[in-house]
């Protein structure tokens, strides 16, 4: 949560440097958070129960139950992720409409929701997993790649991509869907490695 809160502040602070209009920047980036953030809201759900189980199952003596069990979760998330993406793609100006009728927010949300529609199920990836080492006890693991991605990539990749490059706000938001590829990929090699198996046994 602290990388998270940290990382979101700097991220708008990062916006808000894009151009003249920085009110009106954020004002886009949040819509854009807001209507995404129905598309992710059933795989956190679903990554609750991917910790309770790799925990339980990891408490009884049994970590071949705990990985088949996450994995069952994540084929969930990815498929109900993947799905809102869809929507994300097919019709993002109607789901823009529904928040707001200004011409910029009508004009850029939808480019933004295009680009986050298909991170979906690297998104889930990142979810589950995450979710299953810490529901594990493989804690610390879990608070250092976050960090890592977070500070280490998301934001110096926002920054360039945003404002040295001049990408404006759909570049930062290419930024922020690139970081979430490369958390998964941390996650999953930490989870397919198997050490967080032993985190509680």
Avoid: K
């Amino acid at each position: 949560a602290g990388s998270s809160g940290w990382g979101n502040f700097l991220i708008l602070m990062i916006v808000g440097r894009l151009g003249a209009d920085a009110t009106g920047l954020i004002g886009t980036h949040m819509i854009t958070i807001r209507i995404e953030s129905a598309s992710f809201l059933g795989g956190f759900a679903i990554g609750s129960a991917a910790a309770t189980l790799a925990g339980q199952y990891l408490g009884a003596g049994d970590p071949r139950r705990a990985m088949s069990a996450v994995l069952v979760c994540w084929g969930c998330a990815a498929a109900l992720m993947s799905a809102a993406g869809a929507v994300l793609w097919l019709i993002p100006e109607h789901l823009t409409w529904i928040v707001s009728d200004q011409p910029q927010h009508l004009e850029t949300v939808p480019r933004l929701l295009r680009i986050c529609a298909w991170v979906q199920p690297v998104f889930a990836t990142s979810i589950i997993f995450s979710s299953a080492m810490r529901g594990a006890g493989d804690t610390r693991t879990t608070m250092v790649l976050s960090y890592v991605t977070t500070f280490v990539f998301r934001l110096p990749a926002a920054y360039v991509v945003g404002i040295v490059f001049e990408g404006g706000l759909v570049g930062v938001w290419l930024a922020l869907c690139s970081e979430w590829v490369v958390r998964a990929v941390l996650f999953s090699w930490r989870f397919f490695h198997g050490r967080w198996l032993r985190a509680v046994v």
